[in-house]
């Protein structure tokens, strides 16, 4: 039998094997799955820029020095009679006569990458609304003379919130409903069942559509209405983890020690009950994108003039020969789409329980 003294003595010839966790085995799994990782890594490097939206394409100047004077117009907002204007309305910082007097000697603003808001209409463009790419508008203008680019980047950041938001409620709601079915079973199983099989009836579409006949459109409604049917699918995947796992013999062996059912549910059966839940996520978020973009492309989304994938869409099928307003928009969705799509494939090789040898 070897001492503690002996394997240290043994130095660097001694092998010494560290047991990981199983969470930290689906994340060594997930990180050597270079497709997913890299999707995950590029889809929150995306997320996160969009997140900056207005230091990355906005009308307003960063900083800006005018007569030995600075000013952040992009956190106040100055009239344009600081510049050498005639009104005190807002500058409009895309006014040729505002841009000459920041090119004189001791003058200088530094702008956004992209220098327009998503509601910036140009109203200095040289070409007619929608206008082609150009220099100054890489992606070209919408029918509005707003800028394509400005619009989708506040869409796809509108988007990501939205479908994260509508995915989180419907987990939240999934997983709750799915526990108490699995764990107590019986006559609450039987009476979810039954309301579940009610309620996925309801005819999800008219519903918004009587909804946005009556009240304003806004996003917070939308985000309700979408709730009330997206943890359905989600309970079903939660009922049948708790339904196997409440025979298994830890759960046993929990309530002979005395557990209470909720700190069996917390402690035990939860925490193994989750795989489907994070292998879902990508793809719950993909339902989500792609709902809010088909529901504002009929216009029953989000209020007008959002920017949003949808009504940009909308506007590419109303003006056929403005290409570049369908096809941008629709790389930007097939792009968002494919990385969640390569994300899901990779958490549920990672959550596999078949590879965790591997």
Known sequence: MTSPSDAVAAGPLSTVTVSLSPSRRAWQRFRRNRLGF?????????????????????????????????????????????????????????DPFIRQQFAQAGNWALYPPNPYHHSTIDYFAKAPNPAPPSADNWLGTDDRGRDVAARLIYGFRISVLFALALTAIGTVLGVITGALQGFF????????????????????????IIFAAVFDPSIGLLLILLSLFGWMGLSDYVRAEFLRNRQLDYVRAARALGLSNWQIIRRHVLPNSM??????????????????????????????????????????????????????TFAVLVITLLLLTFMGDALRDALDPRKAEK
């Open 185 to 208: 079973g019986g006559k609450t199983d039987l009476a979810f069942q039954r309301f579940i099989e009610i309620w996925g009836s309801m005819p999800e579409l008219y519903l918004l």
């Open 275 to 328: 795989t489907p839940v994070v292998t879902f996520l990508p793809f719950r978020m993909s339902g989500a994108i792609l709902a809010l973009t088909s529901l504002d492309f009929l216009g029953l989304g989000v209020p007008p003039g959002t920017p949003s994938l949808g009504e940009l869409l909308a506007q590419g099928k109303n003006n056929i020969d403005a290409w570049w307003i369908s096809l941008s």
């Open 38 to 94: 890299g999707s995950f890594v590029i889809f929150c490097t995306l997320f996160v820029l969009s997140l900056g939206a207005e230091l990355i394409s906005n009308d307003k100047p960063l900083v800006a020095r005018y007569d030995s004077a600075w000013y952040f117009p992009i956190l106040k907002s100055a009239p344009e009679t600081t510049f050498g204007g005639d009104f005190e309305t807002p500058t409009d910082f895309l």
